[in-house]
Nanobody, 123 residues
């Protein structure tokens, strides 16, 4: 079955950096656009970044533009999220998700989800 496994979360001070990874299995990775989403306590899950199957097109939420970088390695079936200049408001559980073929920014458009990894940014 399809599995998406996130790693790399943790506790970091404001201004610091973290790199999240999401390893996929059970699907043909390069047939899927990949996205990162996050959910803070008491809030809805929100879009962070997405990347097309070949990595040519990338979309970011305005709140992370210029600070976060999404990338993928199709040889390793892995998508990454490099997070720099972290802020306390970035604190959330971060999820990776897979969508067949086309890129999207809407939670409901993604077919497969990981279990999430906690990112906590202290002030």
């Amino acid at each position: 079955q399809v599995q998406l496994v996130e790693s790399g979360g943790g506790l970091v001070q404001a201004g610091g950096s973290l790199k999240l990874s999401c390893a996929a299995s059970g699907l043909t990775f390069n047939n899927y656009a990949m996205g990162w989403f996050r959910q803070a306590p008491g809030k809805e899950r929100e879009f962070v970044a997405a990347i097309t199957r070949n990595g040519v097109r990338i979309v970011y939420a305005d709140s992370v533009k210029g600070r976060f970088t999404i990338s993928r390695d199709n040889a390793k079936d892995t998508v990454y999220l490099q997070m720099n200049t972290l802020k306390p408001e970035d604190t959330a559980v971060y999820y990776c998700a897979a969508k067949y073929m086309t890129i999207a920014t809407v939670v409901g458009d993604y077919e497969y989800w990981g279990q999430g990894t906690q990112v906590t940014v202290s002030s």
